[in-house]
């Protein structure tokens, strides 16, 4: 028995009294003036009692405080909280009423009934703050009503931005088509929709008038997805499990004033609306939103999470949900998993994937929740949402408490920078699941014990000997010659033909099979007719992706012919190593049947399907040739010398870094000593990856291409 005494409970404030099991607290906002303090008291309920509104809101900065009183006494919140109650609560009913007397019931008093986190949990009490967690999807699901506060509009110029974004949705999605047909001028010319617009007199007038027409609107649109609102994890939860949510902002009066007679005004648009705006130009719009550097995609994230089949059940499972908003800010690197409990497939048979824990580190975290994940499915989709920002340990790590990070290389650092969309191929290169999986090593993280490693079998496809350089989504538009010019990778399309297609060596190959697998692994494959849809966006048939993969072909082909009659040969990247104009498009390199094939393939067809295809499956990534002279496209930390391999348990093929040492892993120390075909192979995870030439529907088994089969030991 242990006899330490038990510490001393901490004193909290009344209206913090403790809650019972499944219960929240809602904050009862009393009418007032803008000037007025703000004034409420805090009831304890169960989620489906009484009705309320959710507040969702971002914190901001903690050093800037404000108070309100609860039933007598205060309590600091963030200014942003503070502004939110401000513009939520109800205006006072006029001195002829008698709406001030506390016993008229609520209604009469215009008491507005809210669940703000940061009121309405105790944050001090870590034991409550950890249990009210796992209750916030139920939380926000059984609000009647979620009100997104997006901020103060800053002065008259913010208010103008915000009006005029809210409008320009609502008439944009009477027809989107149209409104992005005439988006479509902004593609043509060089000018920065938020910069001044005088450089545009070479235009005729119908044209610039159009151009400043379009460049206002989109302006505010930009202006409006780069509200810090939309870059916080927690609204991912909030606004997908809402049964209704109403985004809100207002212009706050100067502070001189004081607000004293102030009217205040919100600003309102649905988020339905909104969703389905984002929705559009991802899937229609993408080279207008890279154009453009627009953020409406971080707001995409958010509605990809939760949609639905035509059945009713989840399209996006939990941990594609967690890749999908591993971008967005938040300020605990645990919540990035917390933050989503409330998906519906955050529950294996009946028990959440993990369990709140704020006691251990982040990489602690997300390594139990991988070895959960592969133990209950015997599947290695986890792995393959691995998206390192930078070149993994290849060296076996014990655990240290005191680094955050810390976790093997085949677990998703789900805190790391994402830039790259789930790599989901339309067949599978592997059996999906091999019970035979193992995890070598625990996860508690206690200090000085070995990380786990991943224990898996498969095969050998090649070895990576050439890696293109990373790609960029403003590499992909042809417009023109001064636009290429300011790429970081100008004619990226023929560095990377030379990159596959080399002239020295590999004439023998077929240029034609080799242009369409370099094509097909950009968008990660064609559409088949039985196919259902991608997860990454939308795919073309095979027909309509050889006509518009052929059309890109040539279009960029005619701006490098156009280059290299005007160029003197310093075609240098912003970067400043983009290189010189490529010797050869790729049109020009290959032989003339080819050409042929291109031009009557490129009849009638044009680039743009082509571009929306692969935009965001290519983005940050690389492409690369092996020794055999396969094409693939992978992890922008790809190098030479890396495997490619086939694993049982992972749809995907997966790239893994050989390594040479003498560690065989958490229970065993080998010396030295000869490698047999017996003993696996060494390795740290770098990333999914697709090679189409070594992906055929049925084949699971690599030994029908004759790869080597293999055990991989993954640290």
């Known amino acids: 028995m242990n006899d330490t005494p038990h510490p001393v409970s901490p004193c909290y404030p009344e209206y913090y009294r403790p809650l019972p099991p499944a219960s929240i607290r809602v904050f009862e906002l009393e009418a007032g003036k803008f000037s007025d303090p703000i004034v409420g008291r805090l009831v304890s309920q169960t989620i489906d009692g009484e009705p309320y509104e959710a507040v969702s809101y971002v914190w901001g900065d903690p050093q800037e405080r404000q108070d309100i009183a609860i039933g007598g006494a205060t309590l600091s919140v963030t200014k942003n909280l503070h502004g939110a109650l401000a513009a939520f609560r109800h205006r006072p009913l006029s001195r002829s009423s008698e709406g001030s007397d506390p016993s008229m019931g609520l209604a009469q008093r215009q008491v507005r009934r809210l669940w703000a986190d940061a009121i309405c949990i105790n944050q001090e009490d870590l034991v409550e703050r950890t249990s009210q967690i796992e209750l916030m999807g139920r939380i926000f699901a059984g609000a009647c009503r979620v009100l997104a506060w997006l901020g103060w509009e800053e002065g008259e110029v913010g208010r103008r931005h915000m009006q005029d974004a809210i409008r320009f949705i609502h008439l944009f999605m009477e027809d989107p088509e149209a409104g992005l047909n005439d988006a479509r001028i902004l593609l043509h010319h060089d000018q920065d929709v938020t910069g001044p617009l005088e450089h545009l007199t070479h235009l005729p007038e119908g044209d610039r008038n159009r151009f400043e027409e379009q460049a206002r609107k989109w302006e505010a649109i930009k202006v409006f997805f780069e509200i810090e609102y939309f870059h916080r994890t927690w609204i991912v939860q909030e606004l997908g499990l809402a049964r209704e949510a109403v985004m809100c902002t207002a212009l706050k009066p100067a502070e001189e004033t004081g607000g004293e007679d102030w009217t205040l005004e919100l600003d309102l648009v649905d988020w339905p609306l909104v969703g389905r705006f984002v929705r559009f130009l991802d899937y229609s719009g993408a080279s207008l939103v890279t154009h453009l550097s627009l953020l409406s995609w971080v707001a995409h994230h958010i509605l990809m999470v939760w949609e639905m089949k035509k059945d009713g059940t989840p399209e996006c499972d939990f941990l594609t949900g967690m890749h999908w908003t591993r971008i967005l800010g938040v300020t605990d690197a645990r919540d990035r998993v917390y933050s989503l409990l409330g998906h519906p497939l955050a529950v294996i048979n009946g028990d959440l994937v993990i369990k709140p824990d704020y006691t251990v580190t982040r990489g602690v975290i997300y390594t139990k929740l991988a070895a959960t994940l592969i133990r209950k499915t015997n599947n290695l989709y986890v792995v393959n949402l691995v998206d390192h920002e930078d070149d993994p340990c290849v060296e076996a790590k014990d655990w240290d408490p005191g680094d955050e990070s810390r976790m093997p290389s085949w677990v998703p650092d789900w805190h790391s920078i994402n830039r790259t969309t789930p790599l989901h191929c339309p067949v599978d290169a592997a059996e999906a699941e091999d019970a035979e999986i193992r995890i070598d090593g625990a996860t508690e993280g206690a200090k000085g014990t070995p990380l786990p490693h991943l224990l898996v079998r498969g095969w050998v496809v090649d070895e990576i000997s050439a890696v293109s350089r990373r790609m960029e989504t403003t590499d992909f538009p042809v417009t023109n010659l001064?636009?290429?010019?300011?790429?970081?990778?100008?004619?990226?399309?023929?560095?990377?033909?030379?990159?596959?297609?080399?002239?020295?060596?590999?004439?023998?190959?077929?240029?034609?099979?080799?242009?369409?697998?370099?094509?097909?692994?950009?968008?990660?494959?064609?559409?088949?007719?039985?196919?259902?849809?991608?997860?990454?966006?939308?795919?073309?048939?095979?027909?309509?992706?050889?006509?518009?993969?052929?059309?890109?072909?040539?279009?960029?082909?005619?701006?490098?012919?156009?280059?290299s009659e005007n160029s003197t040969g310093d075609f240098m990247g912003i970067d400043g190593d983009g290189g010189s104009l490529p010797a050869r498009s790729l049109y020009s390199s290959v032989p003339v049947e080819v050409q042929a094939e291109l031009r009557r393939r490129a009849a009638g067809a044009t680039s743009g399907k082509f571009i929306e295809c692969m935009t965001w499956p290519s983005m940050c990534r690389v492409v690369y040739r092996t020794v055999s002279g396969l094409v693939g496209m992978g992890s922008r930390i790809t190098q030479p010398g890396d495997l490619v391999c086939r694993v049982r348990g992972s749809p995907v093929l997966m790239t893994l870094r050989q390594i040479h040492h003498d560690y065989a892993g958490p229970g065993t120390r080998t010396g030295p000593g000869p490698k047999t075909d017996a003993a696996p192979i060494f390795c740290a995870h770098i990333g999914p990856t697709i090679v189409p030439a070594r992906i055929k529907r049925g084949v699971v088994d690599g030994s029908k291409f004759g790869e080597k089969a293999a055990h991989f030991r993954i640290v």
């Open 482 to 563: 001064t636009r290429e010019r300011a790429k970081k990778n100008p004619f990226w399309l023929d560095r990377v033909w030379e990159l596959v297609f080399p002239t020295e060596g590999y004439t023998e190959r077929d240029a034609l099979s080799v242009l369409e697998t370099l094509s097909l692994a950009l968008p990660l494959g064609a559409k088949a007719e039985d196919q259902p849809e991608s997860k990454v966006g939308t795919m073309q048939t095979l027909e309509e992706h050889h006509q518009s993969f052929a059309a890109y072909v040539l279009e960029y082909h005619e701006l490098w012919r156009s280059a």
